[in-house]
């Protein structure tokens, strides 16, 4: 089993700057394709940027791209979200995600997931 923990998120102004961590927990919490998505309420999750296990394969989504930046370190099992130049439409409630198949996680079906944690950018 699989438990991921975040951290990070909060309040910030637009064009400010918030760190999302998270940690995977459990005995198979290495070799996971890991990601963060992000919810508004009443609409449809969205998936932000995803990790490769070893780190060699990074996607992200274009609304994201020269903004976010997502890595990994601690033998894999902890993840970041660095997020820059912050944009009121970047509020809403981000989830970390992983799973061993990447193609599921990639659709938003991920096996693991966060319990979420708000990021609000106020204009």
């Known amino acids: 089993q699989v438990r991921l923990v975040e951290s990070g998120g909060g309040s910030v102004q637009d064009g400010g700057s918030l760190r999302l961590s998270c940690e995977a927990f459990?005995?198979?919490?290495?070799?996971?394709?890991m990601g963060w998505f992000r919810q508004i309420s009443g609409k449809e999750r969205e998936k932000v940027a995803t990790i490769s296990p070893l780190g060699d394969r990074i996607e992200y989504a274009d609304s994201v791209k020269g903004r976010f930046t997502i890595s990994r370190e601690n033998a894999d099992v902890v993840i970041h979200l660095q997020m820059d130049k912050l944009k009121p439409e970047d509020t809403a409630m981000y989830y970390c995600a992983a799973d061993r198949d990447r193609n599921r996680l990639a659709i938003g079906y991920a096996l693991h997931w966060g319990q979420g944690t708000q990021v609000t950018v106020s204009s």
């Open positions: 459990g005995d198979r919490n290495t070799g996971l394709t």
